[in-house]
């Protein structure tokens, strides 16, 4: 925007004497609809080109533009009162949202401030029909009249209507018939396979137009790398970690600019890897609309919004084996699956987690068919399997849930078993992708050198082509020069450092380790370099999916690994449970315990008689002469101890009465959340009181720690009721 306040001598005339002027123009442009209201008020000058290179290119239709500013000092406003609007050079005219200054204008007319509105055209106004009567209406309203190069319209005059309105429908007409012919053209070059907007990273646009590799080496090398890289470490965040790590950067050909088709040497992102991994060119498949624009979607304003992304089927154009590849069509196929895979979903595994749980995302229910969810919780941050599904779809009651550590040592035992006769291949498979892993690092660090050497000599080409005497020049080009044998002198010295720390063959004590490594399993399984994101992955490469069902409360779980490749194994694990109620064998175990102690055995010789007939305590363990002792308190008749009655409880009769591990009331007490007396002795029981009002707390107290699994709980939930009220 620019508001013209070049005073002329002739703006600061009488009326009299401009009335001349206004005579002589009033042939020309009808001037008699202006009345003397009309130049009280502003004359604006819209000024609008569609696009930047048209504002560049289309200078006399600018100039044009522009000029109207004098048109309208002609027809008699002085120059101060006329207002350039040219907010909008290089913006469409389809709608208004994204033209602030076709908004200016629309507020400046609403607000009573203008006379007269001048375009070159009607179309610079508005290109669609509603924005277009927006304006009329308010123009017809505060009575602002309309001029362009063939007329002077008043909007509230009926003939005047009717042309102007006839006039936007044309405008509008003309945008359409031009958007279709520029898209049909568009979408027939496609569908033969010839257009290319922008070609992606490893390819370059050749003078025909295709699209083909590009010619440099070490962009190549790159492009494979990062496939590569991605089949062996399946993120895409893992390549990109990958190539941070080793200084590996992509080499972007410039699409635009006076560098336009020269290389750069860009330091990668997650937009660029996802962006390569998904894109079919790199199998030789050709595609056009793989993201349409979808206009409910769109962001007015914002150029770039919109973009959705449809599946493979229903893409405008996919041609396969039209283009020179990086990989083949199956492997992008596979690639597809596996991001497809990464993404946390439902309905997908999602990539390997950071927690210690080991089967996030591979673990179903049997009940309901579920995928399990993994939680943690505690200040050791236990993992525990949760079947949530239908508690968060329908609120419906928890359908069950293990603790994973038991269910992780099972699984991982089974892995390492089919994992041991592969050993042999699995230590020389590992020296031999040391190796190569080694030559590739040093074979890209090795062409950066070479493209280095080359820039330095070419720098010193251009000084010694200089004339010594044309110091100015001479002086930065002998700048540059130094600059580039800096450059190249640090990738040297960092390719010796890198051949010095990791030679591309392999040191005797390497070879040995790795082949120690690899052919005792369960310790690279267990090694503290092995992280549970690792173990996953194996986990991953062996196995689609772990069905599980609880039995009951009981510590039985049935468990059926289905291995990729088809085959289902059935297992049975024994996981720990919260009390001895809940074991299976609970009332078989109480009348074997009672006949030992009976036949007077003592606690050490129950346990290893029990150990050995396969009974166990809630935990899965094994029984110890603690544990027995324990038990054998359980069993003794009742009366023998102070039963208390309502509000007083034992710590078992209240864990019962809400029906909860008495490990948490345990806790709960330890905390101060309740109320409790231990009564005399080095182990005294513990005795809790809570009438009809705590109980219902502790219920909340319960419910609330199941919901928001381990997050810390309210006060108001944690806090007993106060003493005096005993
Ligand atoms: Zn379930």
Not at 4 to 15: G, Q
Not at 391 to 417: M, N
Not at 471 to 498: M, N, T
Request: proline share 5%; hydrophobic share 35%.
């Amino acid at each position: 925007m620019s508001a013209v306040s070049i005073s002329s001598p002739r703006c600061d005339e009488a009326d009299s004497s401009s009335s001349d002027a206004r005579q002589s123009s009033s042939l020309a442009f009808g001037s008699l609809k202006i009345a003397h209201r009309h130049l009280e008020h502003l004359a604006i000058v819209y000024v609008r080109q569609s696009d930047p290179q048209q504002v560049l290119q289309h200078r006399e239709s600018k100039e044009l533009q522009y000029n109207l500013a004098d048109r309208a000092v002609e027809l008699g406003w002085p120059r101060e009162r006329v207002l350039v609007i040219d907010e909008d050079q290089g913006q469409s005219a389809q709608s208004a949202a994204s033209r602030h200054g076709f908004q200016r204008l629309l507020s400046e007319v609403a607000l009573d401030h203008v006379g007269l509105v001048l375009g070159f055209q009607m179309s610079r106004l508005a290109r669609s029909c509603k924005d277009w009567h927006q304006l009329l209406e308010v123009c017809a309203r505060f009575g602002t009249l309309l001029t362009d190069l063939d007329g002077m319209y008043d909007p509230a005059d009926y003939n005047d209507r009717l042309l102007l309105g006839l006039k936007g429908t044309m405008s509008e007409a003309e945008l359409h018939m031009m958007c279709q012919r520029m898209h049909q053209g568009r979408s027939n070059k496609a569908r033969r396979g010839e257009l290319f907007i922008h070609v992606p990273i490893g390819y370059v646009r050749s003078e025909s137009g295709q699209a083909v590799m590009d010619p440099d080496e070490e962009v190549q090398a790159v492009v494979h790398l990062v496939f590569g890289k991605f089949d062996e470490l399946g993120t895409a965040g893992a390549v990109l970690r990958y190539l941070v790590a080793h200084e590996i950067r992509l080499g972007v050909r410039r699409h635009d600019g006076p560098t336009r088709g020269q290389l750069e040497w860009r330091r990668p992102c997650d937009t660029t890897l996802l962006s390569m991994l998904h894109h079919p060119i790199y199998a030789g498949a050709y595609s056009y609309g793989r993201h349409p624009i979808d206009p409910r979607r769109k962001v007015p304003g914002r150029r770039r919004t919109g973009r959705t992304t449809p599946p493979m089927e229903a893409w405008e154009v996919l041609r396969k084996d039209e283009l020179p590849t990086y990989i083949t069509w199956e492997r992008f196929l596979a690639n597809q699956e596996r991001l497809q895979q990464n993404c946390d979903r439902i309905s997908s595994k999602g990539s390997p987690r950071k927690g210690a749980a080991l089967l996030g995302g591979l673990l179903f229910c049997r009940r309901c068919g579920g995928r399990l969810a993994v939680g943690y919780s505690g200040a050791q941050s236990r993992p525990r399997y949760r079947c949530l599904r239908g508690y968060r779809q329908y609120v419906l009651e928890k359908c069950q849930s293990l603790s994973a550590g038991p269910l992780d040592d099972s699984i991982s035992g089974q892995i390492l078993q089919v994992l041991k006769p592969a050993t042999v291949t699995l230590s020389l498979k590992a020296v031999k992708e040391v190796k190569q892993e080694r030559q590739r690092v040093t074979k890209l660090r090795r062409q950066r050198l070479e493209r280095a050497q080359y820039e330095a000599d070419r720098a010193a080409r251009q000084y010694h082509a200089v004339e010594p005497e044309n110091r100015l020049v001479a002086r930065q080009l002998e700048r540059c020069w130094e600059e580039s044998l800096v450059a190249q002198r640090e990738i040297e010295e960092d390719l010796r450092r890198l051949e010095h720390t990791h030679p591309a063959e392999l040191k005797a004590h390497e070879l040995e380790m790795i082949q120690a490594l690899s052919t005792d399993l369960p310790a690279l399984w267990n090694a503290t370099g092995t992280t549970a994101a690792d173990r996953q992955t194996i986990i991953r490469h062996l196995v689609d999916r772990v069905v599980i069902d609880v039995q009951g409360e009981s510590e039985h779980v049935d468990v059926a690994i289905h291995w990729n490749g088809g085959f289902v194994s059935q297992h049975e694990l024994i996981r720990p449970v919260g009390s001895y109620e809940q074991l299976s064998g609970y009332k078989e175990l109480m009348v074997r315990v009672e006949e030992l102690r009976r036949s007077d055995h003592t606690s050490v010789q129950i346990a290893d008689q029990l150990n050995d007939e396969g009974f166990h305590p809630p935990s899965g363990k094994t029984f110890n002469a603690t544990t027995i002792r324990r038990l054998l308190s359980r069993s003794r008749p009742s009366q023998d101890r102070e039963c208390p009655a309502p509000p007083h409880w034992r710590l078992g009769d209240l864990g019962r009465k809400l029906d909860m591990p008495i490990r948490t009331l345990h806790t709960w007490l330890c905390r101060g959340w309740l109320h409790s007396e231990q009564s005399a002795g080095a182990h005294g029981r513990w005795i809790l009181w809570a009438d009809d009002d705590e109980l219902e707390r502790l219920k909340q107290l319960r419910e609330d720690g199941l919901r928001s699994s381990g997050l810390s709980a309210p006060a108001e939930l944690t806090t007993p009721k106060p003493q005096s009220e005993h």
